[in-house]
């Protein structure tokens, strides 16, 4: 039994029953993986289709655009999207030479698109620079996006190098592993060291990749499956029957409400006003309908109208409302109000965004569109085709 008072590092204790029990922690991990791990997804097998074995490099730059869209995504919404991208950008090359409203489009419904432009941002860099993508942690590390979990994540898939990784599924099986009694970020440097003390260094890729499926399909976030569990006669959560309460989780920051009005401006020819965010920050270069924040006093009607007299430089008659509707983000909750809108005067100008186009409506489906917006898109359509 492990001693129980933890720090930010182990005890003598602590260490002496961790060397104890790590060879059978990676032998029972290693047998389970081989009969319940997703070894054959595409970017983990050589291109003839065949197991990597341990002296075998696979290709960088599947592993690399993977590992980018497991970064925030489950992997079974993140395939389709990899197998979409592998065929509109088969390699690095390819990538370099997109425009950005390409890769953007590309990437639209996978959320969180500052990877795409980080992708698109690497692709170009070394394209420019005559360079191709990098295989070791280290190289790996300079590229835009990529800390040091997923750089070892792609080094280990890539070329069996010994890194270890600690990403969010990783932090779960660990601190349940030891009945870890604070969220997973206070534990410090206590879980690398973990990792790095459990690293098969023969087999760095495929404990990795074990270590990354016991996370996603046994010690699951809601309900682990500890009866089918490699690790689970030594595991302390699970002895203590407390696996559901842990990691221990932090007290989350209340989420704020925002209602936003936005404007679906439609011109006498029947084409309809996009903006362009500019391209950094929170949805950089995707495409949107004008609108904002409403302001306390207003009625979203006038926030639509205020909104695109500040943004386009348009003054509008807005009404009437096309739909409205709930969209959550991770650190807020938003309300969409979307109104039909009519030129009273001004010409349309790019203020607060990159730049602005008139658009005919059965053109938006070319456009990469936040979630949000694309829904609003989808109104217009139906709206348009009843009317
Ligand atoms: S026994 Fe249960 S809680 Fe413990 S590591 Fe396995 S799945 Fe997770």
Redesign the pocket.
Known sequence: MMPGKWSTAFTQQQKAWLRRVAPHLVSSLLNWWQRHGRRDLPWRLLPDGRQPGPDDLLPVYPVWVAEVMLQQTRLTVALPFWRRWRSRFPDLESLAAASRQEVLHCWQGLGYYVRARRLHEAAIRLAAAGRSLPTDRAGLEQLPGLGRTTAAAIAATVGNSPDPILDGNVQR?LA??LAFPAPPRQAGPLFWTMVELLLDHRGARDFNQALMD?GAL??RPRA???QG?P??SH?H??GKGI?RQ?PVRQAPAPIPRVMVGVGIVLDHRGKVLIGQRQPDGLLGGLWEFPGGKQEPGETMAETVARELQEEVGLTVAAGPELLRFDHAYTHRRLTFAAYLCRVLAGEARPVASQQVAWVWPRDLRHYPFPAAHARMVQALGEHLGGA
């Open positions: 099986v349940r592993l016991l046994v010690c682990p499956l500890c569990c690790w689970q595991c959560a699970y696996q842990l």
